[in-house]
Nanobody, 124 residues
Framework: QVQLVESGGGLVQAGGSLRLSCTPS????????MGWFHQAPGKERHFVAA????????YYSDSVKGRFTISRDTGKNTVYLQMNSLQPGDTGVYFC?????????????????WGQGTQVTVSS
């Protein structure tokens, strides 16, 4: 069974930083684009950022540009989301996901496999 193991969530004050990690159980996903999604309490899941298979190309939602950085270590088969200048509105569960459709996909239904999510709470 395919698994995406996420870690790095936690509680942080506004203005602080966190780094999320996601490691797929299948090395085959080294050749797939991967993304991060955010689901605030009571809200739908929405796109945050994505990186292509090589790690050279990235794509961000407007709400996180300049604050979040997605990266990929192909040797460790791990994708990271560095989150800086966190705001209370960033609170929620963050999910990593894999897509076979390449970079630029922003709809959850375009992603094939999902992690269990990691909780991020930003206090004001």
């Amino acid at each position: 069974q395919v698994q995406l193991v996420e870690s790095g969530g936690g509680l942080v004050q506004a203005g602080g930083s966190l780094r999320l990690s996601c490691t797929p159980s299948e090395r085959t996903f080294n050749y797939y684009a991967m993304g991060w999604f955010h689901q605030a309490p009571g809200k739908e899941r929405h796109f945050v950022a994505a990186v292509d298979w090589s790690g050279d190309n990235t794509y961000y939602s407007d709400s996180v540009k300049g604050r979040f950085t997605i990266s990929r270590d192909t040797g460790k088969n791990t994708v990271y989301l560095q989150m800086n200048s966190l705001q209370p509105g960033d609170t929620g569960v963050y999910f990593c996901a894999v897509t076979r459709y390449g970079l630029g996909r922003v709809r959850p239904e375009e992603y094939d496999y999902w992690g269990q999510g990691t909780q991020v709470t930003v206090s004001s």
